[in-house]
């Protein structure tokens, strides 16, 4: 059997429809370093992808290596991937929004040899880089012939389905984010299962157009990718959500389909109407998660074309994807559709006793048949014990409380693991806690969520104040301006309420059902400090 890998699946695809579009980069998405838009053909893409490979050879990078890749959503993300990947070096994303704190512990914690990084973000990686001991290499994407070689000890071995292929980090129940491991057979797997999903997400072999602006350093948008290698399409790829242009690129595009974010349909809707809102003679479908149910009907009558939810983690990736790609994907509801694939599942109460039929619970999921973890993460980096947590029991737990009709359609109800999910990022409550607390004017907080129309859920924040510490805006701005520091913006807190004391258990830990309770209510009383405005000017 042919060696199954990210690089021979775009190999066999560039051999088969050389002349197709493989990468097109939208005009509006190219305003900071150009204003026309950029292509790849298959055959193109390979040969540079193929002169990258070499030069990481010759450099002396191999099998079992790491590279992180501050490069956000631009070209040279594909091609230095799949020249990794060919290679079977694995890659790290990096987000170039995080501070240099949050960028050194990716780059420490990974064990990265060398930073792949944009001109514009050099200085950048360089102060990130200052705050490591162990010396890492920097390269930048423009300066490929000057790659600095290899100084770390290359591991080796045959390169192939269980190869690493890149980490992910995610945010987690602890303060530091966790990396998984994700190997060839995770993407090639995620790549065959948009293949076989049929319905409403239908792909037309050589035909398809698939746009994102999704950030590369998610699992979704190399959803996006892996789907079109398998399928002879292209990716339109975005470098990041433009709602006043959005539209205009779909049609200059010539987009067929599309991935989104719940806070992108709710955005659209609220623009004035045209008289060209209809698109459905040219998008099929768009593919995402988090659209207000609200939205959903209202969206699809005005633009055309259907939203397919979906549920998935990285932790799991599509193979046991819940997805609404068929009828009846009860609309008005938080209903996120049906598993495409068998699954095993069970929905289990705090104390891990499985609940009755129709009553919400924990999702424990693994694949049916003889490998469970079939398509799955191979595991979190550098920490067993949280791997093993995870898959205790032999399903993995998922940390999201569902429910299942009596048609066997699955239902969104809640998250039993304290994150935040805003615009499509995952926020570790814990994380900013320990932000806060970092303050000398706070004595004590509790971070959680709560429902935004437009980004699907915001940071909020319950403090106490040490003694003498006035409560008011004026704290609440110094606080949003000492967490800038800390923090990458999205993870700063939205919303204050300043109490003189937190709900905690009797075994003084915080009651965070109590506290988002609590929150939800006064936010919507208009009773909460609202800083909104103040983060999105900083």
């Given at each position: 059997?042919?060696t199954?890998?990210?690089?021979?699946?775009?190999?066999?695809?560039?051999?088969?429809?050389?002349?197709?579009?493989?990468?097109?980069?939208?005009?509006?998405?190219?305003?900071?370093?150009?204003?026309?838009?950029?292509d790849?053909?298959?055959?193109?893409?390979?040969?540079?992808?193929?002169?990258?490979?070499?030069?990481?050879?010759?450099?002396?990078?191999?099998?079992?290596?790491?590279?992180?890749?501050?490069?956000?959503?631009r070209?040279?993300?594909?091609?230095?991937?799949?020249?990794?990947?060919?290679?079977?070096?694995?890659?790290?994303?990096?987000?170039?929004?995080?501070?240099?704190?949050?960028?050194?512990?990716v780059?420490?914690?990974?064990?990265?040899?060398?930073?792949?990084?944009?001109?514009?973000h050099?200085?950048?990686?360089?102060?990130?880089?200052?705050?490591?001991?162990?010396?890492?290499q920097?390269?930048?994407?423009?300066?490929?012939?000057?790659?600095?070689?290899?100084a770390?000890?290359?591991?080796?071995?045959?390169?192939?389905?269980?190869?690493?292929?890149?980490?992910?980090y995610?945010?987690?129940t602890?303060?530091?984010?966790?990396?998984?491991?994700?190997?060839?057979?995770y993407?090639?797997?995620?790549?065959?299962?948009?293949?076989?999903?049929?319905?409403?997400?239908?792909?037309?072999?050589?035909?398809?157009?698939?746009l994102?602006?999704?950030?590369?350093?998610?699992m979704?948008?190399?959803c996006?990718?892996m789907?079109?290698?398998?399928?002879?399409?292209?990716?339109?790829?975005?470098?990041?959500?433009?709602a006043?242009?959005?539209?205009?690129?779909?049609?200059?595009?010539r987009?067929?389909?599309?991935?989104?974010?719940?806070?992108i349909?709710?955005?659209l809707?609220?623009?004035?109407?045209?008289?060209?809102?209809?698109?459905?003679?040219l998008?099929?479908?768009?593919?995402?998660?988090?659209?207000?149910?609200?939205?959903?009907?209202?969206?699809?009558?005005?633009?055309?074309?259907?939203?397919?939810?979906?549920?998935?983690m990285?932790?799991?990736?599509?193979?046991?994807?819940i997805?609404?790609?068929?009828?009846?994907?009860?609309?008005?509801?938080?209903?996120?559709?049906?598993?495409?694939n068998?699954?095993?599942?069970?929905?289990?109460?705090?104390?891990?006793?499985?609940?009755?039929?129709?009553?919400p619970?924990?999702?424990?999921?693994?694949?049916?048949?003889e490998?469970?973890?079939?398509?799955?993460?191979?595991?979190?980096?550098?920490?067993?014990?949280?791997?093993?947590?995870?898959?205790?029991?032999?399903?993995f737990?998922?940390?999201?409380?569902?429910?299942v009709?009596?048609?066997?359609?699955?239902y969104?109800?809640?998250?039993?693991?304290?994150?935040?999910?805003?615009?499509?990022?995952?926020i570790a409550?814990?994380?900013v806690?320990?932000?806060?607390?970092?303050m000398?004017?706070?004595?004590?907080?509790?971070?959680?969520?709560?429902?935004?129309?437009?980004?699907?859920?915001?940071?909020?924040?319950?403090?106490?104040?040490?003694?003498?510490?006035?409560?008011?805006?004026?704290?609440?701005?110094?606080?949003?301006?000492?967490?800038?520091?800390?923090?990458?913006?999205?993870?700063?807190?939205?919303y204050?309420m300043?109490?003189?004391e937190?709900?905690?258990?009797?075994s003084?830990k915080?009651?965070?059902?109590?506290?988002?309770?609590?929150?939800?209510?006064?936010?919507?009383?208009?009773?909460?400090?609202?800083?909104?405005?103040?983060k999105?000017?900083?």
């Open positions: 059997m042919p199954m890998t990210v690089f021979t699946e775009f190999q066999k695809t560039a051999e088969k429809v050389p002349a197709n579009p493989f990468l097109h980069i939208p005009r509006q998405a190219r305003e900071d370093d150009a204003h026309t838009a950029l790849y053909s298959y055959a193109q893409a390979l040969d540079a992808i193929n002169v990258l490979s070499q030069q990481y050879h010759t450099a002396g990078y191999g099998p079992g290596q790491r590279i992180a890749m501050v490069v956000d959503n070209a040279e993300f594909f091609l230095h991937l799949h020249a990794l990947n060919k290679l079977g070096v694995s890659i790290v994303p990096v987000n170039s929004g995080f501070l240099t704190e949050e960028m050194a512990y780059i420490r914690h990974s064990d990265s040899c060398l930073v792949l990084s944009l001109p514009v050099v200085e950048k990686v360089k102060q990130a880089l200052a705050r490591i001991e162990t010396p890492v920097i390269a930048e994407t423009d300066s490929m012939e000057t790659l600095p070689p290899s770390a000890q290359v591991p080796g071995g045959e390169v192939g389905a269980e190869t690493e292929a890149a980490v992910l995610t945010s987690g602890t303060a530091a984010p966790k990396g998984c491991m994700l190997n060839n057979d993407f090639v797997s995620m790549g065959r299962w948009y293949v076989s999903i049929q319905g409403y997400c239908r792909l037309e072999y050589g035909q398809e157009r698939m994102t602006p999704l950030p590369l350093v998610h979704n948008a190399l996006t990718m789907a079109m290698i398998m399928t002879g399409g292209c990716i339109i790829q975005l470098d990041r959500f433009h006043s242009t959005w539209w205009e690129t779909v049609r200059e595009s987009a067929s389909c599309l991935h989104y974010l719940g806070v349909p709710a955005i809707l609220n623009l004035p109407e045209q008289t060209n809102d209809y698109i459905g003679d998008l099929k479908f768009g593919f995402g998660a988090g659209v207000d149910p609200e939205h959903l009907q209202r969206f699809e009558n005005r633009f055309g074309f259907k939203l397919v939810e979906a549920w998935a990285t932790e799991t990736g599509t193979h046991v994807c997805t609404t790609h068929e009828e009846s994907r009860h609309i008005g509801t938080p209903c996120i559709g049906k598993p495409f068998p699954i095993e599942y069970r929905l289990v109460d705090e104390e891990g006793n499985d609940v009755q039929a129709g009553e619970g924990e999702l424990l999921i693994r694949a049916a048949g490998n469970p973890h079939k398509g799955f993460f191979s595991g979190y980096y550098k920490n067993a014990e949280e791997t093993a947590r995870v898959w205790d029991g032999g399903y737990h998922t940390g999201d409380v569902l429910r009709g009596e048609d066997g359609s699955f969104f109800v809640d998250r039993r693991k304290n994150i935040i999910r805003r615009s499509g990022e995952n409550a814990v994380e806690e320990n932000v806060l607390l970092q000398p004017l706070v004595a004590h907080c509790a971070v959680t969520s709560v429902d935004d129309e437009i980004r699907g859920e915001e940071v909020a924040a319950c403090i106490i104040l040490r003694d003498g510490v006035t409560a008011g805006e004026t704290t609440a701005a110094g606080i949003v301006d000492f967490c800038n520091t800390k923090l990458a913006r999205y993870k700063v807190p939205a204050f300043f109490r003189s937190i709900p905690l258990t009797a003084k915080i009651q965070r059902g109590a506290i988002k309770e609590l929150l939800a209510e006064l936010v919507k009383q208009g009773k909460c400090i609202d800083m909104r405005e103040l999105r000017k900083t």
